[in-house]
């Protein structure tokens, strides 16, 4: 994650702009919209995406952008493995690119969050803290979020060494040493994955039992490259952002309290996933985990004219190019659902 961005475009820093409540965008037109033929909620690599094939196809969508405009990717530093970037880029600068060419073709993006959704009937109707907007069809791109402990140090450092997805970060661990804090299935493939890039990897798990399923425990325990820690979590990580990153760890035993250094390079949190599907419950079909449910082959959810993509229907993958890809489905579908109806 501390790699140069060698990648000569240049892009000004919006983080603090992406961040900031009070960041409007609604593109050409500064009235505040009332109706949209397309409307997305979620302004990350699936919700802007969807944006995009929704203008180009003259839909004139309005993306919200939700508690954190660009998504997940604002999170993160270096983004190796979005293809188009042969050096790489950064999560931010990636993202107000997709904003960039959402835009281009007329979207309007609109800060704020919904608060609650009318699905029971067309044009469907949906709640902000400053009034409501109808539209004839949504894309719910919201995304899922990692679960995470919750400690200042993890935030701080969060991008610099601590990170929630091996997929992503795991390259830059190469000949590190890196700890995976979690004892489900999500921290038993991490660990694994790590082991490809990382001299060790610790799994740190809270109790003395893993959740994770037999073929997975087992396959961990069977990597030689794999250590264990049991009974204990993560009391807090050391290091600074703007030096080598995270340089250790303090480790709690759950049973006696005991408190113990280590040093490490890395934290990889794989304590689970929550979509952020709250505001559909009872609305919309969801699986056993809260994922919205798509149909085979469509982003077509459980009510008509209401399409999902992303993370929020996508337990499994939670990249961001397969976040794009279901964008660019839900509003290919969008487009049919309305010129049908
Ligand atoms: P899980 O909920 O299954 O596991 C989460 C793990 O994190 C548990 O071991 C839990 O501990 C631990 N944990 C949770 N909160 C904290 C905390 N605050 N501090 C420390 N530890 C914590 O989530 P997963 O993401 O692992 O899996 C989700 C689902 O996805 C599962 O059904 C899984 O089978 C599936 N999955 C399947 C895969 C596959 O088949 N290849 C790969 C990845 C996921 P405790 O056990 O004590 O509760």
Request: hydrophobic fraction near 40%.
């Amino acid at each position: 994650m501390s790699a140069p961005n060698l990648w000569p475009l240049r892009v000004r820093d919006n983080r603090a702009e992406l961040a900031s409540p009070s960041a409007n965008h609604y593109g050409r037109a500064m009235t505040k919209p009332t109706h949209a033929k397309v409307l997305i909620l979620g302004s990350g690599p699936a919700g802007s995406t969807a944006a995009l094939y929704a203008a180009r196809a003259n839909l004139d969508p309005l993306v919200v952008e939700g508690t954190q405009p660009g998504g997940q990717l604002t999170i993160t530093t270096d983004v190796e493995n979005y293809p188009g970037f042969p050096p790489g880029i950064q999560g931010p600068e990636l993202m107000e690119l997709f904003r960039k060419q959402a835009e281009r073709f007329g979207t309007r993006y609109l800060s704020g969050d919904v608060t609650d959704v009318d699905l029971s009937k067309r044009p469907f109707t949906l709640t902000l803290a400053d009034g409501s907007l109808t539209c004839d069809a949504l894309v719910i791109a919201t995304g899922a979020q990692a679960k995470l402990l919750g400690i200042e140090s993890e935030a701080k450092l969060m991008g610099y060494g601590v990170s929630a997805c091996a997929t992503c970060d795991g390259f830059f661990f190469k000949d590190k040493d890196v700890l995976v804090v979690g004892g489900g299935d999500t921290a038993m493939e991490e660990a694994g994955f790590l082991t490809k890039f990382a001299s060790t990897v610790t799994v740190v798990h809270r109790r003395d039992e893993l959740r994770a399923s037999k073929i997975m425990r087992d396959r961990a325990r069977a990597n030689p490259k794999i250590r264990w820690i049991m009974n204990a979590t993560i009391d807090e990580i050391h290091g600074e952002p703007q030096g080598h990153g995270v340089t250790g760890a303090t480790l709690k035993d759950t049973r006696t309290g005991k408190l113990t250094k280590l040093t490490t390079d890395g934290v990889f949190m794989a304590i689970g996933h929550t979509p952020n599907t709250q505001l559909f419950a009872g609305k919309l079909a969801m699986d056993e985990y809260g994922y919205l449910v798509t149909e085979k082959s469509s982003m077509k959810t459980s009510v008509p004219g209401v399409f999902a993509c992303g993370d929020v229907q996508d337990r499994v993958y939670r990249q961001a190019i397969t976040a794009a890809g279901t964008g660019c489905m839900a509003a290919i579908d969008a487009e049919r659902f309305l010129e049908a109806h």
